[in-house]
Every structure is written in C-alpha cells, then in structure tokens.
Nanobody, 125 residues
C-alpha cells in the first residue's frame, strides 16, 4: 500500500501562487502514474493534472498555462505549482497514484487506487 499526504494548501489572494506537495511513503512511486484532482462543494471531483512515471503530462483546460505538475523520485514526492490563481480554483486538492507502464497516465479518478486526505486551497478576491 502507498500512503499519500498532501501539503501546501492555504488562503491566497486572486493572482497569487501556491505550491502543493504530495509525499508518498510505504512504497517507491517512481514507477507510478500520479495525478492531482480537486473537488469544490456541490461539485464532482475533477482532474487538474496528471503525470506518468516517464514524465508525460496532461493538464485540464481550466488550469493549462497556469499550473505545472512535476515529481522528484529522490524524495518520493509529487508537486503542483499553481500560478495566477482564480476564485474558481477554490477546492480541496487531492493527489492520487497507480502503478502503470512507462509513459502511461490516466485522467479519470476511478483509475487510481491510492489517494491522499486532501489539502484545502481557498482563493479570495
């Protein structure tokens, strides 16, 4: 089993930046596909960004150009750098992981089998 813990969330003003971290333990996730999802009150959980074990990336249209997903295998950690934050970015952000082949990623939440507890991101006007 892989244990995932998100951190880095908080309250920021519109236009500001945040860097979220997802620390993995229990297993090495260098061979895992990973992703960031978010869920706002009354809405379904949606993809923010995903990254394969080989470094391929995918971004939702809503964050494309504003977010960068990355991973540091030496630290067994994944990151999400968010810039130019908007009010609609307010949500609980979750990281997820699943072992997949090199260069393979998945964008659907049901495809992942390990999840963190979430970290709150609130963007104010």
């Amino acid at each position: 089993q892989v244990h995932l813990v998100e951190s880095g969330g908080g309250l920021v003003q519109a236009g500001g930046s945040l860097r979220l971290s997802c620390a993995a333990s229990g297993r090495t996730v260098s061979n895992y596909a990973m992703g960031w999802f978010r869920q706002a009150p009354g809405k379904e959980r949606e993809l923010v960004a995903a990254i394969s074990s080989g470094g391929s990336t995918y971004y939702a249209d809503s964050v494309k150009g504003r977010c960068t997903i990355s991973r540091d295998n030496a630290k067994n950690t994944m990151y999400l750098q968010m810039n130019s934050l908007k009010l609609e970015d307010t949500a609980v952000y979750y990281c997820a992981a699943r072992p997949l082949g090199i260069g393979v990623l998945t964008t659907t939440p049901t495809s992942y089998n390990s999840w963190g507890q979430g970290t709150q991101v609130t963007v104010s006007s």
